[in-house]
């Protein structure tokens, strides 16, 4: 098993991961009920999706039968790029290039058919936020890091500037310990919220927040007025709670050159994209996860910013 394990994670890092990590596929009891309780309080919004598939969500082997072990994979996008301290239609930095959706899967595709190599007979499923997985729940309970203050995941050597990826297997892994919890009496995060969307530690009240209302709400949804005469000059997303964080003050660069901001552009002003044409924002962002809002919902950011600016 742990020659087996070393080769796993050896593969994972020669594919581009950044970290790996390992967790056994226990259920996740003490994680789903805060999950749940997350939900019941309506912090998800209008994101439905959340509430379903809830037994695979609490235990992988739902999902793959007979699973043994979640490999829990991070992958750095940090770019040493920064916003304008003015800047009005800012784009969260996640999004300045390639989707990850488009990115990340055949990378684990490829530690798939690795694993089909290393320990022949076993069966594994990728996901990274493509499905009823509790990734961040299994980034801890891996130790690829600790949930920070502000719900990020966090590691000392990249901060929290990483997507998350998880592959479900069959195959017997030994496990990691968990990582200790590096926050402190820290508190930058929940007090530089332009919205106070940081409830709780390692809660966030989505309806609060500036990424669920630029990037997950309906376009045909108005933008509520405390949030919008707050969004601090973002079109798409936030970061301000990763801003803040003393972690990400010295993180490496990311080796992944489709993150680089496209057209060199880390915003966009709010007049540009109310004059966007449907085919030329299809042409535009055409891998982009700014195509997600759809142009409807990108031209209501717009028009909140233009709004909470005059
Ligand atoms: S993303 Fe922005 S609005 Fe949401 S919790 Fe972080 S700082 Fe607050
Ligand atoms: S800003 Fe401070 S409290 Fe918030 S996640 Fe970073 S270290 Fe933790």
């Not at 009920?33 to 912090?43: H, K, L, M, Q, T």
């Not at 496990?175 to 200790?180: A, L, R, S, T, W």
Request: hydrophobic share 35%; glycine share 6%.
């Amino acid at each position: 098993m742990h020659r087996l394990t070393q080769e796993v994670k050896a593969a994972a890092l020669e594919i581009g991961f950044d970290a790996v990590a390992i967790a056994r596929a226990e259920p996740l009891d003490v994680e789903f009920e805060r999950y749940r309780e997350w939900i019941d309080r309506g912090y998800h919004g209008t994101m439905s999706y959340m509430e379903r598939n809830l037994e695979s969500r609490h235990d992988v082997t739902h999902i793959v039968e007979g699973a043994r072990s979640v490999i829990v994979l991070a992958k750095n996008y940090f770019t040493p790029h920064q916003h304008e301290a003015d800047a009005c239609g800012k784009i969260a930095r996640y999004a300045w290039g390639d989707d990850y959706h488009v990115v990340l899967p055949p990378m684990l595709d490829q530690l798939c058919q690795r694993l089909e190599v290393l320990d022949p007979g076993s069966t594994s499923r990728r996901y990274t936020d493509t499905g009823p997985v509790l990734e961040k729940q299994w980034a801890v309970r891996a130790g690829l890091g600790w949930q920070g203050k502000n719900g990020n995941i966090l590691r000392r050597d990249i901060g929290s500037w990483f997507f998350i990826a998880v592959v479900i297997t069959t195959a017997e892994l030994e496990p990691d310990e968990p990582m200790e919890d590096f926050c402190g009496t820290c508190t930058a995060c929940i007090d530089a919220c332009p919205t106070s969307a940081i409830v709780a530690n390692s809660l966030v009240d989505a309806t609060r927040c500036i990424s669920y209302w630029t990037i997950e709400a309906k376009a045909e949804v108005e933008i509520p007025l405390p949030i919008a005469q707050n969004l601090d000059g973002w079109l798409f997303g936030c970061d301000v709670c990763q801003d803040v964080c003393p972690w990400n003050r010295f993180q490496t660069q990311t080796n992944e050159t489709r993150f680089e901001p496209r057209l060199g552009q880390l915003s966009i002003e709010p007049d540009q994209i109310l004059t966007l044409q449907p085919a030329e924002f299809t042409e535009r962002f055409r891998h982009s996860p700014l195509k997600r809002p759809k142009l409807g919902g990108l031209q209501r950011n717009a028009k909140a910013l233009k709004t909470s600016d005059e």
